[in-house]
């Protein structure tokens, strides 16, 4: 029997509580009379509404940008970094401090700037008391080191994950993806960047340097003593978000173009991005790297594990200009105006936003097509994948090495309005369609994380190259995916 409490966890018996607005579905739509209410995916409503018990004046923290760590060697095609998990603190909010996890001891792991061509090698030490999984987001990598939920590194062990690093330039991240796990420990901060820098891009001109900045975005819930509160699925109570480990901060930024690699690092808040006054933004890049062309956009929507890259014309403003970087699903301060870009001085600038980026996904033919659902089991009241829950010992779908295939995604869960967030470990793949409709510009380029809206049915299309073995796909509302909505490929 499932009781009317597990069923509210779930959120489905949604009633009232702060509403997610869900995109209409395609990066385009800023029209808001395309938008409509979805309930929290995975909201729990038998919850008081509390959120934090702690807050930071709005913009009186700087943005701290993450460290990047150097490789310990290199050799002539390959670079060597040692991590290490274990419990630190951090001082999140301003005068308190708060126990976390941390890759290196930092909140937000140290940033990996790897290079398309050269290999990484990155030896990752577990000093918790639990077991962890390391996952590359976005990387297509050999089986053995991509950080399948059941591929464990137990306390007091330590695993060598090793990244080709054949594929495009782009902003990718790395998580632990430990099954049941994997929700709290991102939540309580095993997160980090890995920045695959293309020297293919490096003639195109764009920022770079101190002008190319990533920011990385989460919310969370935290007590009066500092702490943050975990509560799986407790989406409404988790109300500010940090930017880079910080609520509210702002930057001091010139007044010249820069590049900004947002990145929703969220265990189930999705964002709508609006920058000031609706100021306008061109998108350079997607999950896997540059688009065909740039894309200008007043509105930006960014799903949890998904990366999107802007270019910012700072020099259109005065000197002492102040914007707010705006959350238009917010529904509270704390987590609507997300931080403040201060134009603070005047710097030269000989960065372009070339018309042609890279080309545009191409893929053979598709010689094999899957149907997949996303939904609500109403018998269980569980998230799950086709109707099924994740077993580490059933293969779901067994592909051909090299096959190109479409998957079809449909979300069926339209009762209780919950979005889904379909990621294939692996591949990059190209949004073929919407509900039959051409995906907007800022979804031309390659994906490996798309939303997939209730009713809604998403196809995709990926080659399976190269690399053999199991793989997951799941939802990237990560409570969802602890709770079993995931799946595994096998590549044969
Ligand atoms: Cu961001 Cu299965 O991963
Ligand atoms: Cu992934
Ligand atoms: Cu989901």
């Excluded at 929703?264 to 540059?290: K, M």
Aim: hydrophobic content about 35%; aromatic content about 8%; overall charge negative.
């Amino acid at each position: 029997m499932v009781s009317r409490r597990r069923l509210i966890e779930l959120g489905g018996l949604a009633a009232g509580g702060a509403l997610l607005v869900s995109s209409s579905g395609t990066a385009t739509s800023a029209a808001p009379s395309t938008h409509h209410d979805h309930v929290i995916p995975g909201h729990r409503h038998d919850l008081p509404f509390v959120g934090s018990a702690v807050a930071a004046t709005p913009f009186s923290v700087e943005m701290p940008l993450p460290s990047t760590i150097a490789p310990t060697k290199s050799d002539s095609d390959t670079d060597y970094y040692y991590l290490h998990m274990r419990r630190t603190t951090a001082e999140i909010i301003p005068g308190l401090t708060t126990p976390v996890l941390g890759f290196n001891g930092s909140f937000i792991g140290p940033t990996i700037r790897a290079r398309t061509g050269r290999t990484a090698v990155v030896v990752q030490t577990n000093m918790l008391d639990e077991p962890t999984a390391v996952h590359l987001h976005g990387a297509h990598a050999p089986a053995a080191s991509d950080g399948h939920p059941m591929d464990l590194i137990q306390p007091g062990s330590q695993k060598t994950y090793i990244y080709p690093n054949r594929q495009r330039g782009a902003t990718l991240w790395y998580h632990d993806h430990a099954h049941h796990m994997e929700a709290e420990h991102v939540y309580r901060g095993l997160a980090g960047l890995y920045l695959l820098e293309d020297p293919a891009e490096a003639q195109l001109g764009l920022p770079n340097g101190q002008f190319d900045v990533p920011i990385m975005l989460r919310d969370a819930q935290f007590a009066a003593d500092g702490s943050m509160i975990w509560t799986l699925g407790d989406f409404q109570n988790r109300n500010t978000v940090l930017v880079n480990g910080r609520p509210q901060p702002y930057l001091r930024v010139a007044a010249r173009k820069y590049r900004l690699r947002l990145v929703n690092a969220s265990n189930l808040r999705a964002y709508q991005l609006r920058l000031g006054n609706g100021e306008e933004v061109v998108q350079i890049a997607s999950d896997g790297g540059l688009l065909p062309a740039p894309y200008r956009t007043d509105t930006i929507p960014l799903w949890p594990g998904e990366r999107v890259e802007v270019v910012v014309d700072f020099s259109k403003f005065p000197i002492g200009t102040q914007l707010v970087l705006e959350n238009t699903y917010g529904d509270q301060d704390s987590n609507r105006s997300l931080m403040r870009f201060d134009v603070t001085w005047s710097a030269t600038d000989d960065s372009t936003v070339p018309a042609q980026l890279a080309p545009a996904p191409e893929l053979p033919p598709a010689t094999y097509y899957r149907t997949i659902s996303l939904g609500l089991n109403p018998a269980t009241f569980q998230f799950q994948i086709d109707g099924k829950s994740f077993d580490p010992n059933r293969v779901d779908a067994y592909v051909r090495r090299g096959a190109t295939e479409i998957w079809q995604v449909t979300n069926l869960d339209t009762a209780f309005g919950i979005p889904h967030d379909f990621h294939i470990h692996l591949v990059q793949f190209k949004v073929l369609d919407r509900n039959g409709a051409p995906p907007g510009p800022g979804e031309s380029g390659w994906k490996d994380t798309v939303v997939v809206n209730p009713g809604e049915t998403v196809r995709l299309q990926a080659t399976f190259a190269d690399y053999k073995g199991r793989f997951v796909y799941h939802c990237h509302l990560i409570d969802h995916s602890s709770e079993g909505m995931m799946a595994q490929m096998e590549v044969l």
